[in-house]
Nanobody
């Protein structure tokens, strides 16, 4: 059974930082690109970032470029999202995701990020 468990969310003030982690199991983690999405209340899910199978430099939505950094540890089956200079518009539930070879999209349990003064 595929499991994607995101953690590390919380409430911070504008300008603050958080580090999200996603623990994956039930599939060959190192064979897949991993992505982060977020969904604000009343909004559609928004793609945030993706990182390839071997790691390295991720790709980012313009809204987070330069502030967020994604990385992965294939030995630990984890993907992280380092978020700096958080702003109120970053408030959302954050999810990790991967798409299997059969084009099934898997979503984990999200983690709430709230940026508020």
């Amino acid at each position: 059974e595929v499991q994607l468990q995101a953690s590390g969310g919380g409430e911070v003030q504008p300008g603050g930082s958080l580090r999200l982690s996603c623990a994956a199991s039930g599939f060959a983690f190192s064979d897949y690109t991993m992505s982060w999405f977020r969904q604000a209340p009343g909004e559609k899910p928004e793609w945030v970032s993706s990182i390839g199978r071997a790691g390295g430099t991720g790709i980012y939505a313009d809204s987070v470029k330069g502030r967020f950094t994604t990385s992965r540890d294939n030995a630990k089956n984890t993907v992280t999202l380092e978020m700096n200079n958080l702003q109120p518009e970053d408030t959302a539930v954050y999810y990790c995701n991967y798409i299997s070879r059969t084009w099934s999209s898997y979503w984990g349990q999200g983690t709430q990020v709230t940026v508020s003064s």
